[in-house]
C-alpha cells in the first residue's frame, strides 16, 4: 500500500512495516489480522506471534503478504529481504543481506527524486500507457487528494489491489504521477497527448468506449449517453463540428479549473456513415 514511498524504505523492520499497515486501515485495523490470517493460510494467533512476538514469516509468506498489501515490485523486493534480514542466522548472512537492503533504499531514493518537468513518453511507454484504461484511470485518480495508495485506487476503480500496484509503479517511474512530500500523489506534468495519426489512438478510443458501455449498466442517473442518428447538409454537417470542437474546448477548460473530486470520461462522436 506504499508505492515508491519512503516511509516503507526507511524501515529495518517489516513488523514495523505490516503495523503501520494495519493502522493505517480504516478504523485502525480492526479485523485486519484475521483478514492477513486468511491470506496466508494460518491460524489467527499466529499472526500476533509473528507481528507481537519472536516468530518470523517464511518467505513464501512474506510474497504473499507483500501482495496483500499491494506492495509495489520493488517494494516486495526490500521486504522480502527485510524478511530474510530478520531471519538470519549468521553475521556474514546478515552483513551481505545489510548491503542489499542499502542499494535498494538507494535505488529507491533515487526513483523518488526523478520527477521529470516535462518528458515526453518514449514509444515503449506510450503503447504500454495505452494498452488499456486503467494506466490513465489510475493516473486521473492520483489526483483525488483522499486516494493516496494501491488499495485506495483499487477500491475506487474496481479493479485489484496488485494491478493498481503495478500500474501505479510505472505512472511513477514515468513521471506520469508524482509522490507529494506529504505522501499523497498528483498529476504529473508528463504530457500524454496522442497525435490522430498515431496507430495507438484506435487504442485508446476502444478502451473507453468499452468502459462507456459499463457506464450504460450502471444505474447512475448523473450519467448521459445520447445515439442520435440524423441525416443534414454538408454544411450543417461542418457546423456542428465547429460547435462540438469548441464544446470540448470549454469542458477541458472547466475541468481544469476546477477542483478534483470526482472521475469522468467524456466520449464524443460524430461521424458519417454510408455513402455521401
Not at 14 to 21: A, P, Q
Not at 65 to 93: I, K, P, W
Not at 144 to 170: H, K, Y
Request: aromatic residues 8%.
Amino acid at each position: 500500500m506504499y508505492p515508491i514511498e519512503m516511509s516503507v524504505f526507511s524501515s529495518l523492520d517489516y513488523k514495523t512495516i505490516v503495523r503501520e499497515f494495519i493502522q493505517k486501515q480504516p478504523k485502525k485495523g480492526r479485523g485486519m489480522s484475521r483478514r492477513i490470517a486468511h491470506h496466508l493460510r494460518i491460524h489467527p494467533a499466529m499472526v500476533s506471534q509473528i507481528f507481537s512476538g519472536d516468530r518470523d514469516l517464511t518467505p513464501e509468506q512474506a510474497i504473499e503478504l507483500a501482495s496483500f498489501m499491494g506492495l509495489a515490485e520493488l517494494e516486495s523486493d526490500y521486504f522480502l529481504l527485510l524478511v530474510q534480514f530478520s531471519r538470519a542466522g549468521t553475521h556474514r548472512l546478515k552483513e551481505n543481506l545489510r548491503k542489499q537492503i542499502k542499494a535498494l533504499q538507494e535505488n529507491a531514493q533515487d526513483l523518488r527524486n526523478r520527477l521529470p518537468k516535462d518528458v515526453e513518453l518514449t514509444e515503449e511507454d506510450k503503447a504500454q500507457f495505452y494498452s488499456a484504461w486503467h494506466f490513465s484511470g489510475v493516473r486521473l485518480a492520483s489526483s483525488l487528494q483522499r486516494l493516496t495508495n494501491p488499495q485506495e485506487i483499487a477500491d475506487q476503480l474496481g479493479i485489484s489491489v496488485s494491478l493498481a500496484a503495478r500500474t501505479l509503479e510505472f505512472l511513477l517511474t514515468t513521471g506520469l504521477c508524482l509522490r507529494v512530500e506529504d505522501g499523497g500523489l498528483e498529476l504529473g506534468p508528463s504530457r500524454t497527448h496522442l497525435e490522430s495519426s498515431s496507430p495507438l489512438i484506435q487504442h485508446h478510443h476502444r478502451n473507453w468506449r468499452l468502459k462507456a458501455f459499463q457506464g450504460m449498466e450502471s444505474e447512475d442517473n448523473r450519467n448521459l449517453f445520447y445515439s442520435g442518428p440524423m441525416s443534414m447538409s454538408h454544411e450543417a454537417y461542418d457546423t456542428v463540428r465547429e460547435l462540438l470542437v469548441e464544446l470540448l474546448s470549454q469542458v477541458r477548460n472547466q475541468a481544469e479549473k476546477s477542483q478534483a473530486e470526482t472521475l469522468a470520461c467524456l466520449n464524443l462522436d460524430l461521424f458519417r456513415f454510408g455513402k455521401s
